[in-house]
Nanobody, 123 residues
């Protein structure tokens, strides 16, 4: 499975941004897909994951309600819609794929990673 994240950039506090992650590989549709993020000087942390068919989602508690994960298997893409962004959301965002039991919520569950896209929330 190959993953390519995009859509990062500079956004003002309170603004919105949508990240995309293009997936390829013949079996990726059977993988859960997720977003992680890593802020400067901090560990990479789980953000959200979505099951292979898109029916189930799971979020880290502090972000549920502001962030929404979705996927379009026909377009080979997983998305992360981020609303009401705060400076604390500034980080490099990574997409990842897992074949572990849903929901896979730790880095150890994921074998495939995209290269990351930088999101900066600042006025």
């Amino acid at each position: 499975v190959q993953l390519q994240a995009s859509g990062g950039g500079l956004v003002q506090p309170g603004g919105s941004l949508r990240l995309s992650c293009a997936a390829s590989g013949r079996t990726y549709t059977y993988y859960s897909l997720a977003w992680f993020r890593q802020a400067p000087g901090k560990e990479r942390e789980f953000v959200a994951t979505i099951s292979w068919n898109g029916r189930d989602t799971y979020y880290t508690g502090s972000l549920k309600g502001r962030f929404t994960i979705s996927r379009d298997n026909a377009a080979n893409t997983v998305y992360l819609q981020m609303n009401s962004l705060e400076p604390e959301d500034t980080a490099v965002y990574y997409c990842a794929a897992s074949d572990q039991r849903f929901p896979p919520t730790t880095r150890l569950h994921y074998d495939y990673w995209g290269q990351g896209t930088l999101v900066t929330v600042s006025s």
